[in-house]
Nanobody
Framework: QVQLVESGGGSVQAGGSLRLACRVY????????MAWFRQAPGPEHEGVAA????????YYADSVKGRFTISQDNAKSTLYLEMRSLKPEDTAVHYC????????????????????WGQGTQVTVSP
């Protein structure tokens, strides 16, 4: 069983920065991918960024390219999302997710393949 615990959300003004962290507990050897999703008010989750745990390859939504960086610290079993130049439209609950599916290169942004989710952390960006 795998448990994901996020931290690092908060409130900032536009142009500011935040770093989110996601600590992985439990049997993580079964995981191939980790990602960050976000949910603004409404039902849809948006895939923000993902990382292939084995290769370290990273993937980003167009809306965050050049501003966000996803990274992993295997020694600390922690996933990070460094967010810079934040905009009001980045306001959302941000979720950490992990998948035990090996092939997600063409579909990393889809919610379905991720079988472990954190509880979410709120990010609020004011104008």
């Amino acid at each position: 069983q795998v448990q994901l615990v996020e931290s690092g959300g908060g409130s900032v003004q536009a142009g500011g920065s935040l770093r989110l962290a996601c600590r992985v507990y439990g049997y993580s050897n079964s995981l191939y991918w980790m990602a960050w999703f976000r949910q603004a008010p409404g039902p849809e989750h948006e895939g923000v960024a993902a990382i292939n745990i084995g290769s370290g390859d990273t993937y980003y939504a167009d809306s965050v390219k050049g501003r966000f960086t996803i990274s992993q610290d295997n020694a600390k079993s922690t996933l990070y999302l460094e967010m810079r130049s934040l905009k009001p439209e980045d306001t959302a609950v941000h979720y950490c997710a992990a998948a035990s599916t090996p092939r997600l290169t063409g579909s990393w942004w889809r919610v379905g393949p991720y079988n472990y989710w954190g509880q979410g952390t709120q990010v609020t960006v004011s104008p």
